[in-house]
Nanobody, 119 residues
Framework: QVQLVESGGGLVQPGGSLRLSCAAS????????MSWYRQAPGKERELVTT????????NTADSVKGRFTISRDNAKNTVYLQMNSLKPEDTAVYYC????????????WGQGTQVTVSS
């Protein structure tokens, strides 16, 4: 069955860095666009950034441009989110998302990983 398993979240001080990982299984990972979303307490889930099946980065939120970078390793069926210069407002649950736009399959979601930025 389809699984997306996020990891790498935790508590970090402002200005620090984290790298989130999302391990995928149960589908042909290389043909799916992968995205990271986040949801802060009391707020709606928002798109952070996307990487297409061809490896093009797109749809990056203005609030994270220049600080967050998405990447993918198709050999490992894993997508990453490198987060630098973290701010308290980046505190949220971060979710991995997979969609195959061509075949109109998905989205699939992971269970989320908590990121807390606090001193």
């Amino acid at each position: 069955q389809v699984q997306l398993v996020e990891s790498g979240g935790g508590l970090v001080q402002p200005g620090g860095s984290l790298r989130l990982s999302c391990a995928a299984s149960g589908f042909t990972f290389s043909t799916y666009a992968m995205s990271w979303y986040r949801q802060a307490p009391g707020k709606e889930r928002e798109l952070v950034t996307t990487i297409t099946s061809a490896g093009r980065r797109t749809n990056t939120a203005d609030s994270v441009k220049g600080r967050f970078t998405i990447s993918r390793d198709n050999a490992k069926n894993t997508v990453y989110l490198q987060m630098n210069s973290l701010k308290p407002e980046d505190t949220a649950v971060y979710y991995c998302n997979a969609i195959n736009y061509g075949l109109r399959i998905g989205p699939y979601w992971g269970q989320g990983t908590q990121v807390t930025v606090s001193s």
